[in-house]
Every structure is written in C-alpha cells, then in structure tokens.
C-alpha cells in the first residue's frame, strides 16, 4: 500500500480491482475481488468462514472471535497538520503518530495481500446528497461485508458505476493484530483514523462494529468543521399525520432502536444522524439492534427484521433447527443484528425529514432507580443533561462491561466524538431554541429500587406509554411535581402508567430515607463529572444539575 492515494479517475469495477490491486501492491497474485457483491454471493463464501451459519429466519449469523464489542481503549487518531488544532485530545481520542500510522498501514496491507478473497464495498454515508460521503471498504471476511452493505447507504447500479474515488476509505485487517513493540500501541488491536490521507485502518479486532463507529467518528468530525452541520448519536422518526420530528439520544442499551421503530411513526433512523439548516437526515442505511432477549411479542419489527440478508453476530443457535436462543448470553450480553433500514416497514426512504425536531428525547438507563421514568426538561436542563450524557453502560456494549455501570458519556455519544464536546453542546442549544423544540428526560432503566438491590427494569408498555403522550401533547399540558435535589419536573399522570410509577420517591421499596440517600450518592457523581465543563458552561446551565 503506497502512502499516497492512486489519482487515476475510477469509473468502473474493472478499474476500482486494479486501482486495489495497486495500492495492496498484489502483482500477478490470483486474489478474487468482490465489489458490492449481492448478499447471496456474501452468504456462500461467508459460510466457508468459521462458524458462519444460516439460521432458521434466513439471515447469516457470524462470530467475530474474541472481541465481541468495541475497543475504545486502542481508538486512535492519527496527530497531523490538517486537524490537530480541531480534534478533542484527551479520554477518547488519543494521538498517534504519522511513523506509527504507516507502520500499521503497512500492516494491513501485509495480512489483505495474503487472502484469497478480497471484498470492496463502495456506498454513501448520510442520506441528504448535499452532505453524504462516499465510503469505500476493503476487507477480508463476507460477512463484514455484508455488514457494511447494510449499514452504509447503497447506491444505484448508476450511482455506482459513476461512483469515482472515495472520500474516505477503511483498511479493515482484523483478522491480523498489531505489533505490541509499535510505537504507542498497548495491545495488538488498534482503530486508527487518519483525517489528512482519509482513511480509517483495522487491526486485531473483527468486532464490526468498529467500522461502523470508525465512520461515525468521521461524521462527528466532518460535519461540523466542514458544513455547520450538528452531527448526533441519536435515532429519529417521525409522525405519519403531523409530521413532526423527534429525536431519541442515548448511549447503546437505553433503547434507541427499540424505541424508534414505532409502526404509528416513520422511522428515518436508528442511531446516527445531522441536524442541518434544511432539517434531519440518517447517516446510515441501516439498523443495528441488541438482540439480547429478543422476542415476536416485545419488538416485532427487530424479530421480523432478521431474514435473508441480515446479518447476526455472536448468537447462540440450535446446531439442529438453528433457531436462534435470544436469551443466550454464553458469547456475549452484545448479541447484535445488522439489516437494511427497509427491512422495517415503517421506515421512511429515503432517511430525511425537511422538517425541525419539535421533541427532544435525552434516554438514559439508570441502574440506580433514582431518576422518574419522564421529566420535563428546561432549556438549561437540557444543557446540563446533554453535557453530562449520563447512563449505565449495559452489559456487552464493550469489552470487559459485564454488568451495568455509571457512565458520563458527554452528548451521549462521547467514544466517538472528534470535537470538544462543548462544540456540539452549543450547535445543539442553538439550534432548539431557533425552533423552539421542547425536550424530556426518559429513563429506561431501574425503578422501585437499584439495579443490585432488586429493582425492575421500566416495563418498555409503560415507556411506549410515556412517548405516545409526548407525541399528542398531552404531557405538555400536564400536571408536574419537582423532585427534591435534581429539581427534575416529572408528570403526576400519564395515560396507561402507573401513577406510582411516575415518582420514584414513592415507589421506593425501601423506603424514602435510602431513596434520599441514592439520590445524594447519585447527584454527587453529576456535580464530580460535571467539573471538567463547568468552567465553559453559563451560571444558569450550572444551576440546572443537581444541587446539594
């Protein structure tokens, strides 16, 4: 792989093979080439690659070896000229040098001329053509492939054969690791963005996941510096009579996915999306779900989504029916299922809304029972909480996660966040207030008590309850009490909840003198994390945590 790009104008698959075999410097090498093959072709040579199976639905279920979450830890991004002075160094990002970007490059290209077959595949990130991305992914397993093809946004037969050279491209070498005795390597798996060559390298990690984060990183960085687009870890959708937009934040596992595939709504996503001047679009073509627990009765638009073409990763099966044993655990809690976005009949294609949000939706999952299933939040608290990204980081989602923990992930998408978080927080502030969207603080987590003491995870009835009244207004115009310390506005009704169900100080098994405590425990890990912020934040936004 040569350090500069190949110049040469690609119209053609033909000519997009030979442009690969130059950069992989392959020579007379007989490797097979695949570019934006169809699913069927990924299904036969991805059930050559070990347990790789069919399952009983249709859709192909891969394992992704010892890693089955992200890696944050060994993300990095490549310190040079053109973005250093832009990029937010510190917990997340961490610097890399140019030798140590080429060293690993060179890596990946070693291990991808090695393979029998080699697949590409060429697709867009982000649904609205003023802002998309055309994304290029070279890599060495079907089902990676198939992957991408459903995550990313696939173009027409006529969009692909003008399709050209990509804006960025990913190296993905998983299979292979990196050499520890690398300059700033701490293990053998390394993610490495590179913002001046455009490209984003893989190594000791098959997780597929990374690619999908790796491009979201890209966006992050992207949109904003380059566009004044607010870029977001969030799902929307949208309703079929009003129109009206919403936007669910949240880390993985408070439910995002489940709880924008509402089938009285359209979904335009699931996980990532812009906010732009013209309105919101989705980046990706595709749906990422847990499956952990899965069922037809509690999620019927996931479960009738994983068929033909849909990809599972690190499910457990019946090596005779091969039905798959959602409950199973054994692998991983992060049992995970890739599809295209149409595969949900409510989605909207394409992925846009030329309308404003008018609700905002900050989920969280709180193992501590603390938080009220719904509060209203003021413009301040709003700052606050979006700044703050709190949560409990669900089992799986990364390696060495094996129960629920406190997490401030700031914009409730901190791993992948290339900017300062204040930067987002800001373009977000200014932009609901321009169109007056009102927001909500909706747990999903634990009530009657803490997730260790014996508490309930939030019945998902009673949530869907909570959004129905969101979205017809009448929780606008209801009732609210204010709970003591995080001075949180929760409704004293809403339709099809349980009243004691809405204030967590009455519900409390244990009663109000732990419940006090617990919330004291809790609002002391806001006030400590909020530190690093609050000399950039505004007097109100300070007042608007919790106070002790």
Known sequence: MSPSKVSVPVTNTVEVEEQIRKELDLGSEVVTIRRNAPAATLYEDGLKERKTTIVSSGALAAYSGAKTGRSPKDKRIIEEETSKDEVWWGPVNKPASEKTWSINRERAADYLRTRD?????????????????????VCARAYHALFMTNMLIRPSAEELANFGEPDFTVWNAGQFPANRNTEGMSSKTTVEINFKAMEMIILGTEYAGEMKKGIFTVMFYLMPVHHDVLTLHSSANQGVEKGDVTLFFGLSGTGKTTLSADPHRALIGDDEHCWSEHGVFNIEGGCYAKCIDLTAEKEPEIFNAIKFGSVLENVVYDPVTRVVDYSNNSITENTRCAYPIDYIPSAKIPCTADKHPSN????????????????????????????????????????????????????????????????????????????????????????????????????????????????????????????????????????????????????????????????????????????????????????????L
């Not at 997490?407 to 290339?418: D, I, K, R």
């Not at 979205?471 to 506005?489: C, M, Q, R, V, W």
Request: include cysteine.
């Open 360 to 547: 905002i939706i900050l989920l969280t999952c709180d193992a501590s029972g603390v938080l009220p299933p719904v509060s209203k939040l003021t413009p301040e608290q709003v700052m606050y909480h979006f700044i703050s990204g709190y949560t409990s980081k669900m089992a799986g989602t990364e390696q060495g996660v094996t129960e629920p923990e406190v997490t401030f992930s700031s914009c409730f998408g901190q791993p992948f966040l290339a900017l300062h978080p204040m930067r987002y927080a800001t373009m977000l502030a200014n932009k609901m207030h321009k169109h007056s969207a009102d927001a909500w603080l909706v747990n999903t987590g634990w009530t009657g008590s803490s997730y260790t003491a014996g508490g309930k995870r939030c019945p998902l009835k009673y949530t869907r309850a909570i959004l129905d009244a969101i979205h017809d207004g009448s929780l606008s115009k209801a009732d609210y009490e204010t709970l003591p310390i995080f001075n949180l506005h929760t409704p004293t009704k809403v339709s099809g909840v349980p009243d004691s169900l809405l204030n967590p100080a009455k519900s409390w098994v244990e009663g109000p003198t732990k419940y006090n405590s617990a919330v004291k425990a809790l609002a002391t890990k806001f006030t400590g994390n909020f530190k690093i912020y609050q000399d950039q934040a505004t007097s109100d936004v300070l007042k608007a945590g919790p106070q």
């Open 117 to 137: 077959h080699l697949y590409i595949v060429d697709a867009y990130a982000g649904w609205d053509s003023r802002y998309r991305i055309k994304i290029r992914v």
